[in-house]
């Protein structure tokens, strides 16, 4: 499909020329005399890109490019005209023109200026297709009431500039509505910068975040670029705050009311334009009370309080979270998606949950690995999701004694232990193979034989 050309020009000679020599170029052209004709055009067929002379009768080229871009906002425009000047071309850039051609016009130029805006519009449908895909894949699951009032906080204050404070237990999905809020947000285009403050060591915190200057200190071979810079006409996201230092959050509160840090080791005075996000999963009046947490810090960032309910509060969400989850390991293993039965969806929803989301999302990818049929059931759900099933207590231990051969009793064994310690990490497998001392590839390996196994 070639990309459609509309001329606008009330010189019947451009037209017939430039008509001409873009059709021989392979484009789609079609032509107008004056604004309205045009607007018209656009309306039935919108061009891919539009050639549009200023000084015309009627309504000018510059009105005609303002209702263009009013209606049409990603349709192309080149400025063509026999009088420019400077006000002109910076009036029409501001109007959102992609370039300025001054007559008598140079084939050349113009066939340059055509590509480079076509180019232009496909990088943004790129961006626009990469951008609702990023919003998609981070879209909060689930339609309680509860995360139908938190979807509507998100829509009020993400179109703000306003700092936000997002609460909520472990494994809530804290995160994901800091994402929604920065992809909501004026500061969509921009980056958005996410630091576990409780994962960064307190010695390097400072480093981490306002970055540092070659020599700085003993391995500082070369300049580090903070989050604070990377995030900079972005977004800041702030996660576990309230396990920082009472020394790093002092630097960070006279960041944040200044707008203005310094690297560590250097001189250069630095100003940054960030939104503020921040997340905790713990009671921060209380941690103020204790002397462990800033008070002037927490009344900074708490602007918009957000609280993110846990799972067991929107329990009716668990058959809703499990197809999406399902639909997910189906992807990353490659395999046909598995069903859950009505039965053991009803189970997980009489479960706490204390790890929320999170927990289930691992039990549903630890069921999908074990279990060798399409259809997931209530026999297949493990201790405490089943509470009929036998827990691998002693009695299981002491049953391995009446097995004959050894090789028997170390897969029994080896297939209670592995439960165990999948139950005690919330059925996340990548903390069950550290915990145990193994790589995750091989704890994934064996949980699948071992249900293969004993099928």
Same mark, same amino acid.
């Given at each position: 499909?070639?990309?459609?050309?509309?001329?606008?020009?009330?010189?019947?000679?451009?037209?017939?020329?430039?008509?001409?020599?873009?059709?021989?170029?392979?484009?789609?052209?079609?032509?107008?005399?004056? %604004?309205? &004709?045009? /607007?018209?055009? !656009?309306?039935?067929?919108? @061009?891919?890109?539009?050639?549009?002379? $200023?000084?015309?009768? *009627?309504?000018? %080229?510059? &009105?005609? /490019?303002?209702? !263009?871009?009013?209606?049409? @906002?990603?349709?192309?425009?080149?400025? $063509?005209?026999?009088? *420019?000047?400077?006000?002109?071309?910076?009036?029409?850039?501001?109007?959102?023109?992609?370039?300025?051609?001054?007559?008598?016009?140079?084939?050349?130029?113009?066939?340059?200026?055509?590509?480079?805006?076509?180019?232009?519009?496909?990088?943004?449908?790129?961006?626009?297709?990469?951008?609702?895909?990023?919003?998609?894949?981070?879209?909060?699951?689930?339609?309680?009431?509860?995360?139908?009032?938190?979807?509507?906080?998100?829509?009020?204050?993400?179109?703000?500039?306003?700092?936000?404070?997002?609460?909520?237990?472990?494994?809530?999905?804290?995160?994901?509505?800091?994402?929604?809020?920065?992809?909501?947000?004026?500061?969509?285009?921009?980056?958005?910068?996410?630091?576990?403050?409780?994962?960064?060591?307190?010695?390097?915190?400072?480093?981490?975040?306002?970055?540092?200057?070659?020599?700085?200190?003993?391995?500082?071979?070369?300049?580090?670029?903070?989050?604070?810079?990377?995030?900079?006409?972005?977004?800041?996201?702030?996660?576990?705050?309230?396990?920082?230092?009472?020394?790093?959050?002092?630097?960070?509160?006279?960041?944040?009311?200044?707008?203005?840090?310094?690297?560590?080791?250097?001189?250069?005075?630095?100003?940054?334009?960030?939104?503020?996000?921040?997340?905790?999963?713990?009671?921060?009046?209380?941690?103020?009370?204790?002397?462990?947490?800033?008070?002037?810090?927490?009344?900074?960032?708490?602007?918009?309080?957000?609280?993110?309910?846990?799972?067991?509060?929107?329990?009716?969400?668990?058959?809703?979270?499990?197809?999406?989850?399902?639909?997910?390991?189906?992807?990353?293993?490659?395999?046909?998606?598995?069903?859950?039965?009505?039965?053991?969806?009803?189970?997980?929803?009489?479960?706490?949950?204390?790890?929320?989301?999170?927990?289930?999302?691992?039990?549903?990818?630890?069921?999908?690995?074990?279990?060798?049929?399409?259809?997931?059931?209530?026999?297949?759900?493990?201790?405490?999701?089943?509470?009929?099933?036998?827990?691998?207590?002693?009695?299981?231990?002491?049953?391995?004694?009446?097995?004959?051969?050894?090789?028997?009793?170390?897969?029994?064994?080896?297939?209670?232990?592995?439960?165990?310690?999948?139950?005690?990490?919330?059925?996340?497998?990548?903390?069950?193979?550290?915990?145990?001392?193994?790589?995750?590839?091989?704890?994934?390996?064996?949980?699948?034989?071992?249900?293969?196994?004993?099928?």
């Amino acid at each position: 499909m070639y990309p459609t050309i509309l001329v606008v020009d009330d010189e019947p000679s451009i037209l017939q020329s430039l008509q001409g020599i873009l059709a021989d170029e392979g484009f789609e052209v079609t032509t107008a005399s004056n %604004g309205y &004709e045009a /607007l018209q055009q !656009i309306e039935a067929d919108a @061009p891919d890109l539009v050639l549009l002379d $200023i000084w015309m009768p *009627g309504i000018d %080229g510059l &009105e005609t /490019l303002k209702e !263009i871009k009013k209606n049409h @906002p990603y349709i192309q425009a080149i400025m $063509i005209t026999g009088h *420019g000047t400077i006000e002109t071309a910076v009036q029409a850039t501001k109007l959102g023109a992609f370039d300025f051609i001054e007559k008598p016009l140079s084939i050349e130029k113009v066939i340059v200026a055509i590509n480079n805006a076509l180019n232009f519009r496909r990088l943004e449908e790129e961006n626009r297709y990469l951008r609702k895909k990023t919003i998609d894949k981070h879209a909060i699951t689930g339609n309680s009431g509860p995360i139908q009032a938190l979807k509507a906080a998100i829509a009020r204050v993400a179109p703000s500039d306003s700092w936000v404070l997002i609460k909520g237990e472990n494994g809530t999905g804290k995160e994901l509505v800091a994402r929604n809020i920065h992809h909501m947000s004026q500061r969509a285009t921009q980056p958005l910068i996410a630091v576990n403050c409780a994962a960064i060591p307190e010695e390097l915190i400072e480093s981490e975040l306002f970055g540092h200057e070659k020599g700085a200190f003993t391995g500082a071979n070369s300049k580090k670029i903070g989050k604070f810079q990377l995030a900079d006409k972005g977004t800041l996201f702030l996660d576990e705050i309230a396990d920082m230092s009472l020394k790093t959050q002092a630097k960070i509160l006279r960041v944040l009311q200044e707008k203005q840090f310094q690297r560590v080791g250097g001189s250069r005075t630095l100003n940054v334009d960030v939104r503020v996000i921040a997340a905790t999963n713990k009671n921060l009046e209380e941690e103020i009370r204790h002397g462990t947490f800033r008070e002037d810090l927490y009344y900074r960032l708490n602007v918009v309080p957000i609280e993110v309910p846990c799972l067991r509060d929107r329990a009716e969400d668990i058959s809703t979270l499990v197809d999406v989850f399902l639909a997910e390991a189906a992807q990353q293993s490659r395999e046909p998606k598995k069903s859950m039965s009505v039965e053991a969806v009803d189970l997980l929803k009489q479960y706490s949950w204390p790890g929320n989301v999170r927990e289930l999302k691992n039990l549903i990818e630890r069921l999908v690995i074990m279990s060798t049929d399409q259809h997931i059931g209530v026999k297949d759900l493990p201790k405490p999701y089943n509470p009929g099933t036998v827990s691998p207590g002693s009695e299981k231990i002491e049953s391995l004694f009446n097995i004959q051969e050894l090789k028997a009793a170390k897969q029994q064994f080896e297939q209670h232990f592995i439960q165990r310690k999948l139950v005690e990490n919330e059925n996340n497998i990548t903390h069950t193979a550290k915990s145990i001392g193994v790589e995750r590839s091989y704890l994934h390996r064996r949980i699948k034989k071992l249900s293969e196994e004993n099928d």
